[in-house]
């Protein structure tokens, strides 16, 4: 090694320029072959010497660091000296089959675990503080030092709260409602192309240039909705204003022709309440099962739906009414009477709502026998008038499709509001 002639720092003995200032230097003097030094800080005579083999003239010996001080440590007993193996090309001699490793210490010895470490001498420089020395290259080299340990990973808050809520659906109803739109939009239109009567044949607008106004918008109201909810089912579009789309349709389908009509009174409004409160939330219990606003929607549309039937009438109780027509209607009209009260009972039975989670208490279920409870009584009493195909060749909208706009209004608030619902739950 020499010094450097600017900047005195530590070059190879070879070097023509300063690799830190970039002086010139002054030419090396000349050396034996066999005591110049490669880049590596060795020369040909060191390896000769380490190899064992003759020739080889001994070298100026290299700049040795001071030797550290090691912890103490357990020693072994001695050994029982072992033949030493001829070395051949300068080898290793080979260890005996009984010598120490660090995984089994040798015969006599302690067992591993009880070894003392020997913590390597830059751990300890490390440990102690002392900067490494530089090697024999002589380039000032970086401190080695220990990195830091990455931070944690953190699950973000908005998942991790999504993911610890159980019972919470992402969007539930965003290709459901829009299959209902299809269908029972598709089922309107169709109702409204029904003939209603075919002697002489009759369709919903035979004569409608001269309809009044209010039997005009009455009249187009099933087919303006049927064809809306077609339409916006395909428009693409999020589920949020689809679902506003369709509850604002049902809505509609139910109340203008109350406006248009005689309004009804507190039990017509009660039963529409029922319909409006119930369907909704048991669609919305069967997919969020923890939600206490869903409980509480069925809880309010089964309040609405009993308190008509329990409040007297002109002296008497309507659901006592129902229980004497069962028993005293003739025939087959008591068919009529078990309908009235088996919707009682699916209405009451939709109070296993407040079973709890992760039950649904067979929500779905419940929903749609309300849904299509009014298919039942037309094809019940279809059935029971009799002379099947005679009623539908005269009446086919009367005897096949009367059940279509209660049932489609009903789907599209029940899952238009589901859907309205759901997403303030998310």
């Keep these: 090694m020499k010094k450097c002639a600017s900047c005195s720092k530590d070059l190879p003995e070879a070097a023509l320029h300063c690799v830190f200032c970039g002086a010139k230097q002054p030419p090396a003097p000349a050396v034996q072959p066999g005591t110049a030094k490669t880049a590596f800080g060795y020369s040909a005579n060191e390896v000769m010497a380490q190899l064992g083999r003759p020739g080889a003239q001994p070298a100026a010996p290299a700049y040795q660091p001071p030797p550290q001080q090691p912890a103490p440590a357990y020693q072994p007993p001695p050994q029982q000296a072992q033949p030493q193996q001829p070395q051949f090309g300068g080898l290793a001699p080979a260890a005996p089959a009984q010598a120490a490793t660090m995984f089994a210490p040798g015969p006599g010895g302690p067992p591993p675990q009880q070894q003392a470490y020997q913590q390597p001498p830059a751990y300890q420089q490390a440990q102690s503080g002392a900067a490494p020395m530089s090697g024999g290259m002589g380039i000032h080299s970086p401190n080695q030092h220990t990195p830091q340990p990455l931070p944690p990973v953190q699950n973000s808050p908005y998942l991790g709260a999504r993911a610890a809520r159980a019972g919470v659906p992402i969007e539930p109803w965003k290709d459901s409602l829009r299959l209902m739109m299809f269908i029972w939009g598709a089922v309107l239109l169709a109702a409204f192309a029904t003939p209603i009567g075919t002697d002489p044949v009759a369709f919903h607008w035979t004569g409608i240039g001269d309809m009044p106004a209010k039997l005009l918008i009455g009249t187009l109201l099933v087919a303006g909705i049927g064809l ?144 299509l409870w009014p298919v039942a009584i037309v094809l019940v009493g279809l059935v029971i008038a009799g002379n099947i195909g005679k009623h539908i060749e005269k009446e086919p909208y009367e005897s096949l499709m009367a059940w279509a706009p209660a049932a489609a209004f009903a789907v599209f608030v029940g899952y238009g509001g589901a859907t309205v619902i759901g997403k303030q739950l998310e």
């Design 228 to 371: 809306l909810g077609l339409v916006l089912a395909a428009i693409p579009m999020v589920p949020m204003p689809r679902g506003i789309m369709a509850l604002v349709l049902g809505l509609a389908g139910i109340f203008v022709p109350l406006v248009l009509t005689d309004f009804p009174g507190w039990r017509g409004l009660l039963e529409l309440a029922a319909m409006l409160t119930l369907v909704p939330g048991l669609l919305v219990r069967n997919e969020y099962t923890e939600s206490m606003l869903a409980r509480i929607l069925v809880t309010i549309g089964v309040l609405c739906f009993i308190a008509p039937l329990l409040v007297p009438s002109g002296g008497e109780i309507q659901l006592v009414q129902l229980f004497k027509g069962l028993i005293d209607a003739p025939g087959k009209l008591k068919v009529f009477a078990i309908l009235e009260l088996g919707l009682i009972v699916v209405v009451v039975m939709s109070l296993l709502a407040w079973m709890p989670g992760p039950a649904t208490g067979a929500a779905k279920v419940f929903a749609w026998l309300i849904i």
